[in-house]
């Protein structure tokens, strides 16, 4: 996915860029170009030599308008520079994507955040995920569920279905918050249902196009691969 900061208040970035660029807070908003250029190359240089990256984008939003920065290479196989149009994964941002469409479905009264998962997943009836609410799958409240998935789950619907209706939970719906990619990955899904649509369609057809995000996608398509920025291992 194609990440983007989008406009901020000037105090919070003022705070943000004083604290990660050592800049006073004040004198950040003010400074030009050329300025943040050199902030952003004192900080990112060092930071890329310390943990051996071979490349980064750096995005910041000044009153509204977005400096794009880009360091290094897309892959240590190659010598393709990063580019405003590489394509990096976002990771866990993706989280607060997928709450977003979760709001956007309750908002067109498609999706209730008091309902249980079985609502839309019918077949979680009597499962004790089915305990929870949706809201407690965004909140991260809905029972203790795990960081991740086991390794040795399949990647594919139907395991996962069968992972959420014998897993246990070891706290009632609501006590414990546990940041988790499963609590998460289950609304996705049930929001997508209440779509009517699966995960990938919903976030490229819906979500992105609402934000601008033209070169954003849950499945990079093939001719957009040559633009894509492959990780490496540690």
């Known amino acids: 996915m194609h990440r983007r900061l989008h406009r901020t208040s000037a105090t919070f970035l003022g705070l943000f860029l004083g604290l990660f660029l050592g800049l006073d807070a004040t004198a950040a908003l003010a400074i030009d170009e050329a300025g943040i250029r050199a902030a952003v190359d004192k900080t990112i240089g060092p930071l890329m030599s310390q943990h051996d990256i071979p490349g980064m984008a750096v995005a910041i939003t000044v009153d509204g308008r977005a400096y794009v920065f880009n360091y290094g290479f897309m892959s240590r196989r190659g010598q393709e520079p990063v580019t405003d149009h590489t394509l990096f994964e976002v990771g866990s941002v993706t989280k607060v994507l997928t709450a977003t469409l979760a709001a956007y479905a309750a908002s067109l009264g498609k999706l209730s955040l008091d309902a249980h998962p079985s609502r839309y997943l019918p077949a979680l009836k009597g499962a004790a995920i089915d305990k929870a609410t949706v809201l407690q799958l965004a909140c991260f409240t809905a029972g203790d569920l795990p960081l991740q ?42 929001t997508a249902r209440a779509l009517g649509q699966d995960y990938s369609a919903a976030m490229q057809t819906r979500l992105f196009p609402a934000f601008g995000m033209s070169r954003s996608h849950v499945q990079v398509p093939a001719g957009s691969m040559p633009d894509y920025a492959w990780g490496a291992s540690r």
């Open 149 to 190: 998935f086991p390794d040795s789950l399949e990647g594919d619907d139907a395991a996962a279905l069968n992972y959420f209706r014998h897993w246990q939970p070891t706290a009632a719906p609501g006590v414990v918050r546990s940041y988790s990619n499963p609590s998460l990955a289950l609304l996705g899904w049930v």
